[in-house]
Nanobody, 128 residues
């Protein structure tokens, strides 16, 4: 059964860095895209960054452009989110997600959250 496990969250000071990992398993038929989403208390879930499993095309939310970088290790079926210059507003619960089929562009899928499988997530807290 498809399963996603995230790691790498924690407490950091503003300006610090973290690297999140999301390991995928049980996708016997493969998957088309993996993304990172976050949700803070009182806020709606936001697509942070997503990447295509085929051509590597990416999407970044405007709020994280220039600070976050998504990457993948195909051999390990793992996707990473390198987060630099972290701000208090980045504080949220971050979840990885995978799509079993492509319903639209990576950008649209990420913005709409059109993913099929979701991990439990990892907490990121940015505070002094």
């Amino acid at each position: 059964q498809p399963h996603l496990v995230e790691s790498g969250g924690g407490l950091v000071q503003p300006g610090g860095s973290l690297r999140l990992s999301c390991a995928a398993s049980g996708f016997t038929s493969g998957f088309y895209a993996i993304g990172w989403f976050r949700q803070a208390p009182g806020k709606e879930r936001e697509g942070v960054s997503c990447i295509s499993s085929s051509d590597g095309s990416t999407y970044y939310a405007d709020s994280v452009k220039g600070r976050f970088t998504i990457s993948r290790d195909s051999a390990k079926n793992t996707v990473y989110l390198q987060m630099n210059s972290l701000k208090p507003e980045d504080t949220a619960h971050y979840c990885g997600a995978a799509a079993g089929r492509v319903s639209d562009s990576v950008r649209t899928m990420c913005v709409r959250g059109e993913y099929d499988y979701w991990g439990q997530g990892t907490q990121v807290t940015v505070s002094s």
